[in-house]
T-cell receptor
Framework: NAGVMQNPRHLVRRRGQEARLRCSPM?????VYWYRQLPEEGLKFMVY????????ESGMPKERFSAEFPKEGPSILRIQQVVRGDSAAYFC?????????FGPGTRLTVL | QKEVEQNSGPLSVPEGAIASLNCTYS??????FFWYRQYSGKSPELIMF????GDKEDGRFTAQLNKASQYVSLLIRDSQPSDSATYLC???????????????FGQGTILTVHP
């Protein structure tokens, strides 16, 4: 059973560009979460989605960030007009119940 | 006050010893408690979860929960150098047996097990 998949694993963007991060949950998991880990900081919750629904986006920055989990295909975290402060590791996790399992992450570097 | 606090590290123990990792949380409504291990440059890996007061054992790992004191701990017996990692405590809600979603993480404790 494949684990949570994320791509790309590394992403380099210049300031002002857009970043798209993808996450495919584990088979049978319908809950997807995105977390961000800034250098030397802990994991911070961003958003919780189920298919076609955003359940909790209390951790999402108000501007430039959006997330979706369409009926078909992976969940997408989109960051518009990236700034250097967006450089971080972005982790996706999925669950069927309470336990969340993390993907390998996408390391975003903004030049 | 941070929502989830872990004992400040780094923690260094000799091989074969017991490593004790502690975590306190501020929200009394918290219902689910997790320990993740994160190796440098890698993603968090779930190692233990506990929902009820008391102890829960899984191999060399024991999680302890005391809701009255808002305290959860992780004991690692017979520590090995391969246990050297950052240990993250996470707290969540569990409504009706289904996932509520949001986990709140502590800042992590770095554990080093030296031969």
């Amino acid at each position: 059973n494949a684990g949570v998949m994320q791509n790309p694993r590394h992403l380099v963007r210049r300031r002002g560009q857009e970043a798209r991060l993808r996450c495919s949950p584990m088979k049978g998991h319908s809950h997807v979460y995105w977390y961000r880990q800034l250098p030397e900081e802990g994991l911070k919750f961003m958003v919780y989605l189920q298919k076609e629904n955003i359940i909790d986006e209390s951790g999402m920055p108000k501007e430039r960030f959006s997330a979706e989990f369409p009926k078909e295909g992976p969940s997408i975290l989109r960051i518009q007009q990236v700034v250097r402060g967006d450089s971080a590791a972005y982790f996706c996790a999925s669950s069927r119940g309470t336990e969340q399992f993390f993907g390998p992450g996408t390391r975003l570097t903004v030049l | 006050q941070k929502e989830v606090e872990q004992n400040s590290g780094p923690l260094s123990v000799p091989e074969g010893a017991i490593a004790s990792l502690n975590c306190t949380y501020s929200d009394r409504g918290s219902q689910s408690f997790f320990w993740y291990r994160q190796y440098s440059g890698k993603s968090p890996e779930l190692i233990m979860f506990i929902y009820s007061n008391g102890d829960k054992e899984d191999g060399r790992f024991t999680a302890q929960l005391n809701k009255a004191s808002q305290y959860v701990s992780l004991l690692i017996r017979d520590s090995q150098p391969s246990d050297s990692a950052t240990y993250l405590c996470a707290v969540g809600f569990n409504a009706g047996g289904t996932s509520y979603g949001k986990l709140t993480f502590g800042q992590g404790t770095i554990l080093t097990v030296h031969p």
